[in-house]
């Protein structure tokens, strides 16, 4: 099993629906973060979350809320969806520590806003 | 905040030779750059990382160096295989005991021609 799950993994949605991509992880760790991957743009910061009760917008967080139900689970929920919310959605999580740790990524979750 | 900027966006090299991969960082406070490979349909991966107390790192046919003083460090892969296409990640952070975030590079596509 992947120690960082997301879930759905594709999904066609229409402008203006609700929608929520979820990430789990069994890998105990304590920060957790989604980003977003487009084309020439790289990987972007949308929110992230240093423990369950720490919650922190990134450069591109308009659009987008998060939550984040307990150290293992973290959700990503665009309220209204537009189509340029179209893109690859990661979440990934690292672990605590003064000096740098790596962060794991999930598998992704290809989201189609029509 | 930190911004990463890489270089090529894109590589083609043939199969035994090498490859070289640019990064520069703004922000002198980072210390830690770790580089992610990733793969169709796939999260990125690490593949190496290095710390801004050493220079360079060097792990099998992969190897990082790192210039502080001119913040920027670099992906150097040698006899490089079909295998070794992907897309490839460069990422600063800086980590402390309360959090850390990671800025990532745009990405350089890898191609290895055999």
């Known amino acids: 099993d992947a120690d960082v799950t997301q879930t759905p993994r594709n999904r066609i949605t229409k402008t203006g629906k609700r929608i929520m991509l979820e990430c789990s992880q069994t890998?105990?760790?304590?920060?957790m973060y989604w980003y977003r991957q487009d084309p020439g743009l790289g990987l972007r910061l949308i929110y992230y979350?240093?423990?369950?009760?720490?919650?922190n917008k990134g450069e591109i967080s308009d659009g987008y809320s998060v939550s984040r139900q307990a150290q293992a689970k973290f959700s990503l929920s665009l309220e209204s969806a537009i189509p340029n919310q179209t893109a690859l959605y990661f979440c990934?999580?690292?672990?605590?520590?003064?000096?740098?740790?790596?962060?794991?990524f999930g598998q992704g979750t290809r989201l189609t806003v029509v | 905040g930190e911004n990463v900027e890489q270089h090529p966006s894109t590589l083609s090299v043939q199969e035994g030779d090498s490859a070289v991969i640019k990064c520069t960082y703004s922000?002198?406070?980072?210390?830690?750059f770790p580089w992610y490979k990733q793969e169709l349909g796939k999260g990125p991966q690490l593949i190496i990382d290095?710390?801004?107390?050493?220079g360079e790192k060097k792990d099998q046919r992969i190897a990082v160096t790192l210039n502080k003083t001119a913040k920027h460090f670099s992906l150097h892969i040698t006899e490089t295989q079909p295998e070794d296409s992907a897309v490839y990640f460069c990422?600063?952070?800086?980590?402390?005991?309360?959090?850390?975030?990671?800025?990532f590079g745009t990405g350089t596509s890898l191609t290895v021609i055999p």
């Open positions: 990934a999580t690292s672990d605590s520590g003064a000096w740098g740790t790596e962060a794991f």
């Open positions: 890998k105990g760790h304590d920060r």
């Open positions: 979350s240093f423990d369950v009760k720490d919650i």
């Open positions: 922000d002198s406070a980072s210390n830690y």
């Open positions: 290095i710390r801004s107390n050493v």
């Open positions: 990422a600063a952070s800086y980590s402390s005991n309360t959090g850390n975030q990671f800025y």
